[in-house]
Every structure is written in C-alpha cells, then in structure tokens.
C-alpha cells in the first residue's frame, strides 16, 4: 500500500439501464415444421409467414406488432396440428375398414 490514499467520502456507483430482452415467441421453428411436414390447407406456410414478421417485428422493437403476428402464428399452428391428426385419424380408420372389407371379400 505504498502511496495509495484510503478512499474517504461515499463509495461511487453507476447505473445502467439496459432494455430488457424481448421474450415474445415467434414461433418459427414450430411453424417451419409445419411448413414441411404437416401442412393441410397451407396452413404451415401461413404460420411460417406470420412467425417471420412477427421475428421482423421484434427485431426493430415492437413488442406489440411482434406479440400480435407471434399469436396468430401460433393459433395456425394449433389449427394445422390439430387438422394433421384428424385428417391422420380419418385416414387410419378408412385404410382400416378397406382392408378388412377387401380381406373378407377375398376370403
């Protein structure tokens, strides 16, 4: 501690503000798996569309413009999933009642 002064007086501190980080989703990994895989009546392309501006959006920092693309990309999302597994049910059932029909008739 050679000529170094004991600090006297109140202890400084600074304060930064730093924004907080945009949680809002965007969806887009959901929707672009939709897109490919799961898309009845192009619905995945719709909610890839909207997850992409809703990610635009929260870019340039409106909350707001972002939540309101983030929530109707994830309303076609629920619609196209929940379409997907009733048009798969409807499938499975029909394969099922074809077979079993051409089975019985061939027997």
């Not at 920092?61 to 798969?88: E, P, R």
């Amino acid at each position: 501690m050679d000529g170094e002064k004991p600090m006297s007086g109140p202890a400084r501190s600074i304060v930064i503000n730093m924004p907080g980080e945009n949680l809002t989703r965007d969806y887009v990994i959901w929707s672009l798996f939709n897109a490919i895989f799961i898309n009845p009546c192009c619905l995945g392309i719709a909610a890839y569309a909207y997850s992409v501006m809703s990610r635009d959006r929260k870019m340039v920092g409106d909350v707001i413009g972002a939540q309101s693309y983030a929530s109707t990309a994830k309303c076609l999302n629920v619609s196209a999933l929940v379409l997907s597994i009733i048009l798969s049910i409807v499938f499975i059932i029909l394969y099922a009642t074809v077979f079993t029909a051409l089975n019985q008739r061939v027997y």
